[in-house]
């Protein structure tokens, strides 16, 4: 059975504000960041619920992501 993330990838989106905070946490320029969390998600293999969010931990980078919404809240590095 695959992931809800990944069964629901065309519903993942974000908000403007949210593409201008995950740009500055990660130092993405000229990205579009839904496709490059959608991206990342694809191939993640440690997703964890806590709550009402999914975490997505992918290489060095924690993606938060609404579970009712699939709104990205925000994404950034993993200090770890």
Request: contains cysteine.
């Amino acid at each position: 059975m695959e992931h809800p993330l990944v069964t629901n990838l065309d519903k993942i989106h974000t908000t403007e504000l949210g593409m201008e905070r995950i740009r500055k946490n990660l130092s993405l320029d000229n990205v579009d960041v839904v496709t490059w969390c959608k991206q990342k998600i694809k191939t993640a293999t440690d997703m964890t619920r806590r709550g009402k969010n999914w975490y997505v931990r992918i290489d060095d980078v924690i993606v938060t992501i609404h579970a009712n919404s699939f709104t990205i809240i925000t994404a950034h590095r993993d200090r770890r």
